[in-house]
């Protein structure tokens, strides 16, 4: 069974950049599809960008030529480039996994989920 562990957030000026890596341990990335999520207090966890097994990706529209997933399989870790961030961009970003791959960035549809880094933009 896989676990997540990220690591990467922090506090970034308007238009600056972040790098957010989830190393996964227990069993290799490339069996599963995988996505990063985000989450603001009394709102709902929404789908930030998903990577199939096959490296296909997928992206919110508000994020879309900002952020940039990607996968290393052989350092069995997760990515996410974060470019042009806004304020609108913080919250705790998770980065999940399951074997089951659905092309969702629907909470619901991941099993496995690390326990989050806090994005913040000022």
């Known amino acids: 069974h896989v676990q997540l562990v990220e690591s990467g957030g922090g506090t970034a000026q308007t238009g600056g950049s972040l790098r957010l890596s989830c190393v996964a341990s227990?069993?290799?990335?490339?069996?599963?599809?995988m996505g990063w999520f985000r989450q603001i207090p009394d709102k709902e966890r929404e789908g930030v960008a998903g990577?199939?097994?096959?490296?296909?990706?997928s992206y919110a529209d508000s994020v879309k030529g900002r952020f940039t997933i990607s996968r290393d399989n052989a350092k069995n870790t997760l990515y996410l480039q974060m470019n042009s961030l806004q304020p609108e961009d913080t919250g705790m970003y998770y980065c999940a996994a399951d074997r089951r791959c659905r092309h969702s960035l629907r909470p619901l549809d991941f099993a496995v989920w690390g326990q989050g880094t806090q994005v913040t933009v000022s």
């Open positions: 227990g069993d290799t990335i490339g069996r599963y599809c």
């Open positions: 990577i199939e097994s096959d490296g296909s990706t």
